[in-house]
């Protein structure tokens, strides 16, 4: 990869404000320059411990956004999240401060390291990548990485390395990766998602063709073969095509000899171009983990990972934080949270649940976004099939405003309707005593959602063990 210069290069840029620092992107890039030597100040609504984590290692921060936050910084970060009329950016354009988004930082990042590792898709980004990270650790390639859950092997979301591996989560909302630069980009699927920014599958499409197109002719593309949309988008590409896959047989990985034990935790034999390659156990539950692992596998090795180290990693890999996250075990009730918030994974986390011991599984959900609720009721409703007990909560608006058309009620009507049962229950209080009065011993509770829906299963652990 050629690393041309950019702005963070420049002798006159030591000094950077965050608008939004607490946020789990802009927090780990906040760390990162830390540890680069850059002065960090930065704001945020309210304090948390990504804050005090960084105001710990030396950034300053400000609660609340204001124009006087803006103390001479030379450049200025912020999110999609940020609008023109933030105090901070009007400061910051007034005084003729450079002004970057976070998905320009992150490319700029990424584009100081000869071997940026860039890992896309509709689902499984956090997991995937975390899986990568696990590895690269396991084999003494001591990367930088950035990802967007938290990983206990690193301590958080962030890793500062001192290679030239950079490894990272490359969202598509709103063409973020289009400002990455990546060696290798690993793409696990494609499918409608943001339906607030994309217009369509083709347009999602396109999209993703112009992120691969970024691949350099020498670099290296890691393709799911199960994927229809992942193909169409990455056959067209002039560089090192890899795939793998579990259902199309032309892939160049896949596994063999799937099985599962008792916590729905698969082992598998891995073979490349029908050659055995070694055995694996995984340690997070579910096939679409395998599907997830073989993505890793592949990436890793092509880094020139063993497969001892790919085997030891994913043995060790126990999930990142939020994904399929054990949070309480109570009367012999565990309670499981997931960030699963479209129907494709949804259905994936019930499947990874159902394929564990368990009697029956009781879950939460807390949709996200009035759009994806509104864009997707059909399929939301269709993909709780193995749920025995659906509890529906209040839709988390996030970066919205509500339109007045949808609800959670409808959503808890449309599921009864395709034969589930579901109710709709807003207070997260009244689901903990619902779920007390009649979660038996034996069964599984799983709070899903990228909102704050966690609560509800702490609630419901701190009410059976005060009794």
């Given at each position: 990869m050629n690393n041309n210069s950019n702005i963070l290069d420049s002798e006159k840029i030591r000094r950077v404000h965050f608008i939004g620092i607490g946020g789990s992107s802009m927090s780990g890039l906040a760390e990162i320059l830390l540890a680069k030597g850059y002065q960090v100040s930065g704001s945020d609504i309210k304090s948390s411990h990504a804050t005090q984590k960084l105001e710990s290692k030396g950034a300053e921060i400000f609660i609340g956004h204001s124009a006087e936050n803006i103390n001479a910084p030379d450049l200025t970060v912020y999110t999609v999240a940020v609008k023109d009329d933030n105090p901070e950016m009007i400061q910051s354009k007034e005084l003729g401060i450079p002004v970057i988004d976070r998905a320009e930082l992150l490319g700029l990042l990424m584009k100081k390291h000869s071997f940026g590792i860039a890992v896309a898709g509709t689902h499984g980004k956090t997991t995937t990548t975390s899986m990568i990270t696990t590895i690269m650790l396991e084999a003494n390639t001591d990367p930088t990485a950035h990802i967007g859950g938290e990983l206990d092997c690193i301590g958080g979301n962030t890793r500062i390395g001192g290679s030239e591996y950079f490894i990272t989560e490359a969202c598509e909302y709103y063409g973020s990766f289009l400002k990455f630069h990546p060696f290798m980009a690993v793409v696990l699927n494609i499918e409608v998602d943001h339906v607030d920014y994309f217009r369509d599958l083709e347009h999602i499409k396109s999209t993703f063709g112009e992120f691969v197109a970024l691949v350099p002719r020498n670099g290296y593309i890691v393709a799911c073969a199960d994927d229809e949309n992942t193909l169409s988008v990455v056959s067209k590409r002039d560089c090192n095509i890899i795939t793998y896959g579990l259902k199309n047989k032309d892939a160049m990985w896949t596994a063999k000899e799937i099985t599962y034990n008792s916590m729905g935790c698969a082992s598998f034999e891995v073979y490349k171009e029908g050659t055995k390659m070694g055995d694996v156990s995984l340690s997070v539950p579910g096939?679409?983990?395998?599907?997830?692992?073989?993505?890793?596998?592949?990436?890793?090795?092509?880094?020139?990972?063993?497969?001892?180290?790919?085997?030891?990693?994913?043995?060790?890999?126990?999930?990142?934080?939020?994904?399929?996250?054990?949070?309480?075990?109570?009367?012999?009730?565990?309670?499981?949270?997931?960030?699963?918030?479209?129907?494709?994974?949804?259905?994936?986390?019930?499947?990874?649940?159902?394929?564990?011991?368990?009697?029956?599984?009781?879950?939460?959900?807390?949709?996200?976004?009035?759009?994806?609720?509104?864009?997707?009721?059909?399929?939301?409703?269709?993909?709780?099939g193995e749920a025995d007990n659906i509890v529906i909560t209040d839709i988390y608006a996030a970066r919205e405003k509500d339109p007045g058309d949808i609800h959670s009620k409808i959503l808890a009507d449309r599921i009864r309707e395709n034969g589930g049962n579901a109710v709709y229950i807003s207070d997260f209080q009244d689901i903990a005593e619902y779920l007390d009065k009649n979660a038996q011993s034996g069964d599984l509770i799983l709070t899903m959602g990228a909102g704050d829906i966690v609560r509800c299963g702490e609630m419901f652990l701190n009410l059976r063990a005060n009794k």
């Open positions: 096939p679409h983990n395998v599907s997830n692992s073989l993505a890793a596998i592949a990436a890793a090795h092509t880094c020139g990972c063993s497969m001892d180290n790919i085997a030891y990693g994913l043995s060790r890999f126990g999930g990142s934080h939020k994904r399929f996250e054990l949070k309480g075990l109570v009367d012999n009730i565990k309670v499981i949270d997931d960030y699963a918030h479209h129907p494709s994974e949804v259905q994936a986390t019930l499947n990874a649940a159902k394929s564990s011991d368990h009697n029956k599984i009781w879950c939460v959900f807390q949709p996200h976004t009035y759009t994806r609720t509104r864009a997707f009721l059909d399929k939301f409703s269709e993909s709780f």
